[in-house]
């Protein structure tokens, strides 16, 4: 029997310096985001389990501050979305998975906490899609924007009061790759370049020898952890698309290259969970196109293959 489907809503723009985000689990779920997900060929006939979003109030505030906004409040609300993940994973049944409907980016942070906690002992490996980096601290910001920082935090670089408040490291640097990583500051590139992050660019990706040495690491990585966990920004794809995201960025990764690319790291090991982040409903892009691409990654990473 294929294992449930834990759903959790992160409803948080905490990490930057415009709102939104905190509306989008809300708004996913007014688009019939689940209903969408049951139509998924892939996901036929698994238990899928809304288990609402994690508390969070409020889900933005303005904040100037240049090294880490919202600081206080991240730190507050990232231990209360582990807990949300860990409860909505034990109570949906054994073996479930997760899917996260975010919110911004830092969700990614809080929802491998949850896993670590629900499975305590389990490895995991991390393919982080994203147009931008994600690999910033709050010494080498150059906007104070936390949601630059979540996949640094997740390998254990960054901050100590924003490592504890994500249980971090949750993810071993060298079981983690940045896909479609194209924006990125000159700081962080250096920093992401020395580490043991594998990193596969968005025109990479879109090439048969990209794919292939996508999956030579998603193997490798695979005999040393028990699951992975997809964090995909939904910026990641080509702005071409017309998505409703945050910061859509152009020549990014086509949908039909980013499913292809999501369903070789899940054909390598089990994927514990997948969140779909950076989605910005209402200021511009295809809402309906956007939830039908969500769906359609969720299926890639969590149907049966």
Known sequence: MTAPIAIVGSPTALGGHFDGMERTPAELRALGIVDRLRARPGLAGTTLVDTGDAPNDPGWAADADRKAKNRVLICTYLPRLAGHVRDGLLAAGHDARLLVLGGDCTSHAGALAGLRRARPGARFGIA?????????????????????????????????????ASDAPTVDAGDAALLGGQVLDETESR?????????????????DAGMAALEAWAGVVARRVDAFYVAFDMDALDAAGDWAVAMPEPNGISLETAVAAVRTVAAAAPVAGFGATAILIGRGGDPERTADATARLAEAALGDR
């Open 128 to 164: 982080w899609f994203d147009a931008h980096g994600d690999f910033n601290t709050p010494d080498t910001t150059p906007s104070g924007n936390v949601w630059g920082m979540p996949f640094a935090m997740i390998v254990g670089h960054g901050a100590p009061d924003l490592l504890a």
């Open 191 to 207: 920093i992401l370049a020395a580490s043991r992050v594998a990193h596969f660019g968005a025109g990479m990706l879109g090439t």
